[in-house]
């Protein structure tokens, strides 16, 4: 707009120029009816081409501030170059060349919703044990939390019912007693971990909300048999093995992928493996390990606590 304003006053002190000279001219001597006529025409040629400069001026204006406004990238470089690049005086309104697809973030944003996804199949083998409880999930695709999701743990005859879970980040856990003796129901597992202190049945305690993947050993701390655990993963990407061993996870976005098969009492088997738009496979073989040795909640044994 600078550039424009002074491209303006230039002209418009060309035509107060020119007009003094006509009017020490006309002191002088009065002028003919054709050299009239030639002035008017002189005039109407001065005006005519004020008004393309400030039409080609406001058209680079336009251009450039259309560029500061969609922030730049390669389509806003060209329209930089056109504005730059055009006449300066009597130029046609210049034509933008549309923008080319696939390029800036929206097409990336596109690009991204329109990941191919694929299936991975595979069997998972246990050695020492069976495939019954047995899960497989993808670890490294990241899904938004679950809301308004609960899953009951009952504690019943001394025991968690059920004594394993899979979940996903953002689910309710809720423990109520249903026994007629206390129970302490807590967990020290990383980033998962919380006390529910003792109680006996009655209405349950708050719900406890998984934040974080991964596997949360739940115990009671006066019943050193009371034992649970839950799977928390961080997506929808997971299913049972099925009795025969085999599993098939369907909707998994391609690319690298790290694939895990985990069960209670089981060592967890991990693979990553490269996800075409044919799909592959993940074939599995983990250890039975027996239950864990856990101390109560103060980190000291059990002790001599009759059950």
């Not at 980040?169 to 109520?176: H, I």
């Not at 302490?184 to 006996?200: E, H, K, W």
């Not at 934040?211 to 701390?221: L, M």
């Not at 060592?267 to 864990?292: C, H, M, N, V, W």
Request: hydrophobic fraction near 35%; include cysteine; glycine fraction near 10%.
């Amino acid at each position: 707009m600078k550039r424009s304003g002074k491209l303006v006053s230039a002209c418009v002190v060309g035509a107060c120029v020119l007009g003094a000279v006509g009017m020490a001219s006309a002191e002088e001597r009065a002028p003919s009816m054709a050299e009239f006529q030639k002035l008017q025409a002189e005039v109407r040629d001065q005006r005519q081409l004020i008004i393309q400069l400030i039409q080609s001026e406001q058209q680079r204006y336009d251009m450039l501030l259309k560029l500061l406004q969609t922030g730049g990238g390669p389509s806003g470089e060209r329209a930089a170059a056109a504005a730059a690049a055009a006449p300066a005086v009597g130029a046609p309104p210049a034509t933008s060349a549309p923008a080319s697809r696939g390029v800036g973030p929206l097409s990336d944003v596109a690009a991204r919703r329109e990941q191919a996804h694929a299936t991975i199949e595979g069997t998972v083998k246990v050695n020492g044990g069976d495939a019954d409880a047995v899960y497989v999930y993808v670890d490294n695709v990241k899904g938004p939390p679950v809301r308004g999701k609960k899953v009951q743990i009952k504690q019943e005859g001394k025991q968690f019912t059920p004594a394993y879970a899979v979940v996903q980040v953002g689910t309710q856990l809720d423990f109520p007693n249903q026994d007629s003796i206390f129970h302490n129901v807590f967990s020290q597992s990383p980033r998962n971990s919380f006390d529910l202190g003792a109680y006996r049945a009655g209405p349950a305690p708050r719900p406890v909300t998984m934040t974080a993947p991964g596997v949360v050993d739940i115990q009671c701390n006066m019943h050193e048999s009371m034992r649970a655990a839950v799977l928390v993963v961080p997506n929808k990407l997971f299913t049972k093995v099925r009795p025969d061993g085999s599993f098939k996870l369907e909707g998994v976005p391609t690319g690298s992928r790290r694939v895990v098969a985990w069960g209670p009492n089981l060592k967890p088997s991990r693979q990553t493996i490269d996800l075409g738009t044919s799909g592959a496979r993940a074939d599995f073989s983990i250890e039975y390990t027996g239950p864990k040795s856990l101390p109560n909640k103060l980190g000291q044994p059990y002790g001599s606590y009759k059950e």
